[in-house]
C-alpha cells in the first residue's frame, strides 16, 4: 500500500470515529473518498457539495459535459464527486495546469472501504 492509499484509509477511520455516535450513520457518511495527488502534494477529500471557489480549469472541463450541480447521464450530481473536490483543492493554486496531470487513488466508499468505479463524467474530466 503506497502513502496515497494509506492516507484514504486514514481519512475513512476518522470518518467512522466521527459517525459513530451519529444518531443515523449509514446517511452522514459520504458516498465516496479518493485521493487526488500530483508530485508530493496530495489531498484526501470526500464526496459532495463542490466549494464554490473552484479552480477555473475544472470548472471549464465540467462546464463541456453538463451544468454543474445537476444530475448527467451517469446518474451523478456533476461537480459533486471525491475526485472533483480533491483535485480542486490542488488545482486552486495551480490555476495552469493540466487536468489529466492530477493522478487518484481507487475510490472507496469509507463504511465499508468498498472499492468504488470512477463514474464518466470523472473519466471524461480527468
Known amino acids: 500500500m503506497n502513502k496515497y492509499e494509506e492516507a484514504v484509509f486514514c481519512y475513512a477511520k476518522k470518518l467512522q ?3 459513530k455516535e451519529s444518531k443515523d450513520p449509514l446517511r452522514d457518511y459520504p458516498a465516496t473518498i479518493v485521493c487526488a495527488y500530483l508530485k ?29 450541480g445537476k444530475k448527467t447521464h451517469c446518474g451523478n450530481i456533476l461537480g459533486w464527486c471525491a475526485e472533483v473536490n480533491s483535485s480542486n483543492k490542488i488545482l486552486m493554486y495551480r490555476p495552469y495546469l493540466c487536468l489529466s496531470r492530477v493522478n487518484f487513488t481507487t475510490a472507496r466508499r469509507p463504511r465499508t472501504m468498498q472499492k468504488i468505479n470512477t463514474c464518466d463524467n470523472c473519466k471524461r474530466t480527468f
Open 17 to 19: 470515529r466521527k459517525y
Open 40 to 68: 508530493k502534494k496530495y489531498v484526501v477529500d470526500e464526496s459532495g457539495k463542490i466549494s464554490p471557489n473552484m479552480a477555473i480549469q475544472l470548472k471549464r472541463k465540467l462546464s463541456t459535459i453538463g451544468t454543474i
